[in-house]
């Protein structure tokens, strides 16, 4: 691999880039270990948000990227259309097992953007197969984010993720966000104020009719927008209500699943069991890219009952690749042999000690945090939004350390085997950045 600067870097379009300022000043990274990438100039660079919240394990986990070389030289591509390999079936196992059998079936895909489109589909075709095709309504959430397919941009509520590309899919609504800073700022955990917003699907149900409405889907928190922990209940309630109307309820775990909340899943923190669940990113530790929808048994037995021949007609070329079941098949491996949740709990307190710390320096105005992961809001710049917030992740790049940024948030998310060392060094250094902002 080339561990040098390209000679030329205009024909790469990068994805959620600012292409032209990052072409100025690039940011190249060329290797990573444990819990530390290294740059093209062999800068270290702590990874404090597991790459794009995808590396639960850390970097190059010895057992992930034996099983990948070894795969790879038995097996490179095997399709899965009316065909198969053992490992896509082992591994479906072994994912039933890790959600406690909650679910019972496993449909493989590429992406977190491919599982949601996924799950959407899956309950559109459900609510048809039981004789209710007039369940055709999605219902997602204001701030939600569900991948850039048009499915997941559709029932997503995220302005600049939307307003480029058209209308979208038609009979799609959407719920209140639960993000409330006056009433939840500088909280640990579920924040107390907020649970009546799931009230909000009866008004949506009363407007459109429950016979026309599919699903719901939600993120239980809210990622890629800035960290938005759901209110105490909340979730609890949105599945009672989705029981009481027929109305299929879809977790986007892509983030919070694999450990992101020292749970399995955050299905299993809330305790709240959805219909399907969407996973990806740490499914196969971020070594190759993989998703899956986890579908309880009734979804499943739908599509079952009915006339023989191709259940659910969909797919991807890649469901099940090889390389991706042999990562993930590892991965799990991991996580249970050198105990990757138990270690997240045990550093959980700390973690969020360091990150309220940072409570009344400059600019700061919310601090919030749940399981492994961390929101820091900024103060907006008058005109610039945004502005604040990219500064500090350009600086902190520089000064060795690699955070997220999204509006005027700070969104941290280590990986799992991150020490109390690392989170010193984390915090002290991005203490440092907050203080010298402008």
Partial sequence: MNQSRPESMSSFWMPFTNNRDFKTNPRLLVSAEGMYYK???????????????CVPCGHAQPKIVSAVREMVGQLDFAPTFQMGHPAAFDLAEQLMEYTGHRFGHVF???????????????????????????????IGRERGYHGVGFGGISVGGIGGNRRTFGPLLPGVDHLPHTHNLEQNAYCRGEPEYGAHLADELERIVALHDASTIAAVIVEPVAGSTGVLVPPKGYLKRLRELCT??????????????FGRLATPFAADYFDVQPDLM????????GVVPMGAVFSKPHIYDAFMDCPAGIEL???????????????????LEVF??????????????????????LKGLPHVTDLRSIGMIAGIELETIPGK????????????FADGVLIRTTGDIIALSPP?????????????????VLKNLD
């Fill in 313 to 331: 007609f969909h797919g991807y070329t890649y469901s099940g690749h090889p390389l991706a079941c042999a990562a993930s098949l590892a991965t």
């Fill in 385 to 396: 939004p945004g502005a604040r917030a990219f500064a500090a992740f350009k600086q902190a």
């Fill in 39 to 53: 740059d093209v100039d062999g800068n270290s660079v702590l990874d404090g948000t597991a790459g794009l919240w």
């Fill in 416 to 432: 799992l085997v991150i020490e109390k060392k690392h989170i010193d060094e984390l915090f002290g250094k991005l203490a440092t």
């Fill in 336 to 357: 249970k042999e050198q105990n990757i949740l138990e270690h997240a709990k045990s550093v959980q307190g700390y973690w969020e000690d360091a990150i309220h710390s």
């Fill in 244 to 257: 009481k109307h027929g109305i299929l309820l879809i977790f986007d775990e892509v983030i919070t699943g």
């Fill in 278 to 285: 969407t996973t990806a990113k740490g499914l196969t530790n």
């Fill in 108 to 138: 493989y895909t590429n992406s977190g953007s491919e599982a949601v489109d996924t799950a959407l589909k899956m309950a559109l075709a459900y609510h048809k197969a039981r004789g209710e095709g007039g369940r055709t309504r999605l």
